[in-house]
């Protein structure tokens, strides 16, 4: 939300300025821009770090259902946390790596589908190819702020 | 006369004690080391996936939680202990508090009873009668798809455009406003029970918040901050989704 409001502001001040913007002047707001892209920028990864934490917390969980009839506790044993991201996954169809994405990472799937296709399918081919998901993931956001 | 009123005194009093063995029917079926969910309830049933499921407290006394939600300590940030209120203006529930709800609201239709987990949370067990509303969804902004979808399934209705004289009169509260928006109408918005994993876990007040900023009532929302902690170290009943 404050980021928003930031935004709002900064286009406010530069449309009731009034004056014609030549290239020394939008020179001055490089800085204003570069400095709202790094704000919306950290806010995502931001989120997007909880979500990783989240995900990762939640491999260490094991399902557990409770019978309090039966006083029992079903329990079964969490997935291995950490896994094997090297020799490629040449299995792997984009299908499942979009829906591994929406299911584990959802903001980036989010950042994932503003991607052009082109963009889309080098990040498969890289995640194909073994790239760790923090790697392909960074990728993602690098490319959505062009970078 | 006095064979007239003893036989009716005889008659009440056994009127009295049909009366009492039909009230504490459960406590007799039930036995008295029952261990109840409170005094004079020793469980309740829910709806979940289609299923009734009965709600009760495990009963072997030497039953001790083990595994992850007996942990004591997680990384902070960002597992840190949550603030008692997410908002100032929504309520806290305990579970006895949330057992009336599950007999009442969420039984008639009323009432949501949100599991704001992740995904991968809510496969690993939820509170029976939950349905899964990730936090994720119920933060995003008022134009979003997702967020569109849930305040409809939660009975919010949208407004459209309003009328220039019909906006007046609601400016000048001539007419009932309170669940009211510019955008959305609440006020056939269910009674909902937002939780998450306990009191260290910062998805639900995310999903509160975020429910708030797009004008949910906060009088309308109660945040179960025991969460699925508290759940299983008082032994409840969980299930894992299908």
Redesign the interface.
Known sequence: ?QQRVVVWRLRRSFISNGETVDVRSAAGWLPALLLMGCTLAGGALAAD???S???A?????????????A?T????A?AEIGGSTGGGRSGASRERFESLLR??Y??TFGFYKKLPERSRQEIFIDYRDGAPMAEVRKKIIDRLLQR | MVTIIKRAAVAAWMAMAACSSQLSADELQVGGDFIPLVKDKPYLHVLHEGRSIKVQRVQDPDYELKGYFAKTARKCPPFCIQPILPSPDVGVIGEVELFEFMETELRDGTGVLIDARTPAWYQKGTIPGSINMPFTHLSKSIDDPEIIEALEILGARERGEVGFFDQLVEDWGWTDNKYLTEKWDFSQAKNLVVWCNGPACGQSPRAIRGLLNVGYPADKIKYYRGGMQMWQLWGLTTVVPR
Not at chain 1, 57 to 69: F, H, M, N, P, Q
Not at chain 1, 73 to 76: G, I, L, M
């Open positions: 939300m770090d909880y979500l934490e989240l995900d917390e939640a491999k260490k969980v094991e399902a557990r259902s409770i019978d309090g009839e006083g506790s079903t329990v079964e969490p299911q584990k959802l903001g």
